[in-house]
T-cell receptor
Framework: KAGVTQTPRYLIKTRGQQVTLSCSPI?????VSWYQQTPGQGLQFLFE???????NKGNFPGRFSGRQFSNSRSEMNVSTLELGDSALYLC????????????FGSGTRLTVV | AQSVTQLGSHVSVSEGALVLLRCNYS??????LFWYVQYPNQGLQLLLK??????LVKGINGFEAEFKKSETSFHLTKPSAHMSDAAEYFC????????????FGQGTTLQVKP
């Protein structure tokens, strides 16, 4: 079956702009979580959605937000972009209890200039 | 709170040698543990996982790991390294049940020398 699909793969934005990233989970997976990966901070948890509800949130400013649709697809939005937001953004989907592990997409590489 | 420590940010082995990547975790509740591999400009690929049951888990590409509760460790091993194993490896922990929140170690870059 199809894996986790993230679009776009690459994005260049200007400081102050906003951006929306998309994640389509594996069919049947209702949990979608988002991570930011940078060389300095590593992989950091942003938030997780299950059945359109945010269940967990990491320690990121309010400029980072997300949502999940009824088909489990998720979007994350970053407003008022800063240079430090340049990162690889990864999403992962999992089954209800998570025993099967978390399957990651290929990520969106965001560069803020 | 949960945390993961990967000992050694860079590990270098010769092709055909044993691979050992170390991971220690901290968790106040029973954990789920994972190892992921990341190749340049790609996402994370699940190598193996421990949820419940057998403490020695086998994964893809000949990797295995053993959950040792008394040592709070989940080290990754492979008997014989291959050039294609060169990549970055991440250990991750979450609590049992689906929280969607993985806590990752800082990663270990594995170099395989011919």
């Amino acid at each position: 079956k199809a894996g986790v699909t993230q679009t776009p793969r690459y994005l260049i934005k200007t400081r102050g702009q906003q951006v929306t990233l998309s994640c389509s989970p594996i069919s049947g997976h209702r949990s979608v979580s988002w991570y930011q990966q940078t060389p300095g901070q590593g992989l950091q948890f942003l938030f997780e959605y299950f059945s359109e509800t945010q269940r967990n949130k990491g320690n990121f400013p309010g400029r980072f937000s997300g949502r999940q649709f009824s088909n489990s697809r998720s979007e994350m939005n970053v407003s008022t972009l800063e240079l430090g937001d340049s990162a690889l953004y990864l999403c992962a989907s999992s089954s209800r209890q998570g025993e099967g592990g978390y399957t990651f997409g290929s990520g969106t590489r965001l560069t803020v200039v | 709170a949960q945390s993961v420590t990967q000992l050694g940010s860079h590990v270098s082995v010769s092709e055909g040698a044993l691979v050992l990547l170390r991971c220690n975790y901290s968790s106040s509740v029973p954990p789920y543990l994972f190892w992921y591999v990341q190749y340049p400009n790609q996402g994370l690929q699940l190598l193996l996982k421990y949820t419940t049951g057998a403490t020695l888990v086998k994964g893809i590409n000949g990797f295995e790991a053993e959950f040792k509760k008394s040592e709070t460790s989940f080290h990754l091993t492979k008997p014989s390294a291959h050039m294609s194993d060169a990549a970055e490896y991440f250990c991750a922990v979450t609590r049992q049940g689906n929280t969607g929140k993985l806590i990752f170690g800082q990663g270990t870059t594995l170099q395989v020398k011919p």
